[in-house]
């Protein structure tokens, strides 16, 4: 039974599982859904599932911010499966790990329908949590470090429970997830659901839509172009990023463990978004200008995670440092924007 020391009440004892689990088929292949799969983290997600010879991976995305270019390796391969679907909708499949992910995560693409975000957040939630009680599939949801808000404590822990404003632009994203977390353990208590909770902080890499919005492809494709670095006032906000390969390894071992969460992974290594810039332009494009530019409202002044727990309960702790991790994006992007190294 998974633990989580904040939870005193005794969770009921999982469903069963559909009976197909225990056919000699099921013993040598563990079927997993990747909801998101086609977006950047859940793409090398799914490398790193498919890796796996027992597993088979199933992926369901309904493109907005994902592309099936993300997949093209595996797209064909008798142990792979793409559906077009949308999780606001219910999916009717047997599967036995559920790891969801779907939702637009860079702010651009989350305020562009915010009431799609939300119903993505909460209805896909809840149709992702009822397949997994329906087949007795553990589940793990990616949360977000935005569930701190603007956070009054530093670094984040996970007992804090955040500070973040409900009637806000980012509200749809943020609050979405915290509704999120809290039908993840209403089914858990309730139905007995085997969850897992991560709560993701800036992770980068390659992959990233080219105009994501988010500040690290945002840099990069700048510098590439010749373009000036936008750092959104004050420049003095912080944040920790971490690489998606360390990222990925986090979320395995999470949902192969037996702790609930919810766990932070991330990279407590932490810069103002004047020091990344500075970063990006000694290591790419030291000719290029940095300026200023208006922010947008509620950006979380500081951030970065504390990742005792992680280190405790899941043995992990990330292993790329930011400027070792940014020249394996910018090989990327050069690729992508067709930009040689010695141009
Ligand atoms: N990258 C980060 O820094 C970060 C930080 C915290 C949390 N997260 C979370 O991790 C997950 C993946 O983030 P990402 O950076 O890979 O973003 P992404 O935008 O690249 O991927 C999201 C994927 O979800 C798909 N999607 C969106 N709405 C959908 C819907 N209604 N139905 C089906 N598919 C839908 C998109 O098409 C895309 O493929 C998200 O849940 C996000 O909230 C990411
Ligand atoms: O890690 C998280 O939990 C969240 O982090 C990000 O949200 P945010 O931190 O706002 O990410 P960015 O849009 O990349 O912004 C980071 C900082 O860079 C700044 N920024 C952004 C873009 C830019 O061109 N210049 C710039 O200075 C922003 O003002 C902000 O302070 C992600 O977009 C969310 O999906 C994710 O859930």
């Avoid at 679907?85 to 992910?101: A, G, K, N, R, S």
């Avoid at 395995?252 to 020091?275: K, S, V």
């Avoid at 005792?308 to 020249?327: F, M, N, S």
């Amino acid at each position: 039974m998974a633990t989580n020391g904040d939870q005193q009440a005794t969770p009921k004892p999982p469903p069963s599982p559909s009976p197909l689990r225990n056919a000699k088929f099921f013993q040598a292949n563990m079927r997993i859904l990747v909801t998101g799969g086609a977006g950047f983290i859940g793409s090398h997600l799914v490398d790193k599932l498919m890796e796996n010879e027992k597993n088979e991976v199933i992926v369901a995305d309904n493109y907005f911010t994902g592309s099936k270019d993300n997949l093209k390796k595996w797209i064909g391969h008798p142990r792979f499966e793409l559906i077009r679907h949308d999780v606001t909708e219910p999916l009717l499949i047997e599967v036995d790990q559920i790891y969801h992910l779907a939702c637009p995560a860079s702010p651009i693409f989350y305020k562009y329908n915010p009431v799609k975000t939300i119903k993505t957040n909460v209805i896909g939630t809840l149709n992702m949590l009822g397949l997994a009680k329906r087949v007795g599939a553990r589940i793990l949801l990616t949360s977000t470090s935005e569930v701190y808000g603007d956070p009054l404590i530093h670094p984040q822990t996970e007992s804090y429970w955040g500070n973040v404003n409900p009637i806000g632009v980012r509200s749809c994203y943020d609050e979405g997830k915290r509704v999120a977390e809290t039908l993840m353990f209403d089914y858990h208590r309730q139905h007995g659901i085997e969850i897992r909770i991560a709560r993701i902080f800036n992770t980068y890499g390659p992959r990233m839509n080219i105009d994501d919005g988010r500040v690290v492809s945002n840099f990069i494709a700048q510098a590439l172009r010749d373009d000036p670095l936008t750092v959104q006032a004050p420049g003095t906000q912080t944040r920790s990023f971490c690489y998606v390969s360390d990222m990925v390894d986090g979320l395995i071992r999470l949902m192969q463990g037996d702790n609930t969460g919810p766990i932070n992974i991330g990279n407590p290594g932490e810069f103002t978004m004047i020091e990344l810039a500075e970063n990006v332009k000694e290591l790419i494009n030291p000719k290029v200008e940095i300026i200023m530019v208006e922010n947008t409202p509620d950006d979380p002044r500081q951030r970065k995670p504390d990742v005792t727990k992680a280190k405790e309960l899941l043995g992990w702790e990330p292993k790329v440092k930011l400027r070792d991790g940014l020249p394996l994006m910018e090989d990327d992007f050069r690729t992508r924007l067709g930009v040689p190294k010695n141009k």
